[in-house]
Every structure is written in C-alpha cells, then in structure tokens.
C-alpha cells in the first residue's frame, strides 16, 4: 500500500522559514513523481512545487524564488523548503506521489501552515 505522511507544519511570523517533509513507504520511491499541494478553507486545492522522478523541478508562481523542493531517494523522503512565509502562505499542504503526470497514488493527510504577521 502505497502512503505518504506530511510533517514538520507549524505556527510561524511572517518573514520565517519552514521546511515541510514528506515520507514515502509502499513504493519505489525512485521512479515516483512527488508535489505539494495547499488549500484553504473554501478555496480549490492550488499547486504548490512539482519534483520529477529525476530530479526536474516545477514551482508555482506563487512560491517561485522563496521555496525549494527536494528529494533524497535513499530515505524515501521529500522536502519543500520555504522562507520567507508570508501571511498567505497559510493553508493545509499535502504530499502526493505518482508516477504519470496529473496522477497521483497517495496522498497524505496535510500538514498545517500558518503564518501570522
């Protein structure tokens, strides 16, 4: 059974840094597809940062420049690096995994990110 499981959201003052993680079990990691996703309260879920299988990176418009995805495949995990978080970056993230593109298998739960100003 293919799972991932967000970790490491939290309460934080605009201007900070936070770094969201992802563990993967139940899968090849390597030859996964992994992303971000976030959303809001009434809102539709928005993407957030794309990580190809091998290594190629996608960033939303809104995260560009300020976020850094990544992946380390020998601990089946993924991270989302993200500084300075601004009140709007508030919302639930999750974790998907797929392998073909706009598929996903898994995802997690959500972690919450809130950031006050």
């Known amino acids: 059974q293919v799972n991932v499981i967000e970790s490491g959201g939290g309460l934080v003052q605009a201007g900070d840094s936070l770094r969201l993680s992802c563990a993967a079990s139940g899968l090849t990691f390597s030859i996964y597809n992994m992303a971000w996703f976030r959303q809001t309260p009434g809102k539709e879920r928005e993407f957030v940062a794309f990580i190809s299988n091998e290594g190629i990176t996608v960033y939303s418009d809104s995260v560009k420049g300020r976020s850094t995805i990544s992946r380390d495949n020998a601990k089946n995990t993924m991270c989302l690096q993200m500084n300075n978080l601004k009140p709007e970056d508030t919302a639930v993230y999750y974790c998907?995994?797929?392998?073909?593109?706009?598929?996903?298998?898994?995802w997690g739960h959500g972690t919450q990110v809130t950031v006050s100003s």
């Open positions: 998907a995994a797929g392998q073909r593109l706009g598929s996903y298998d898994a």
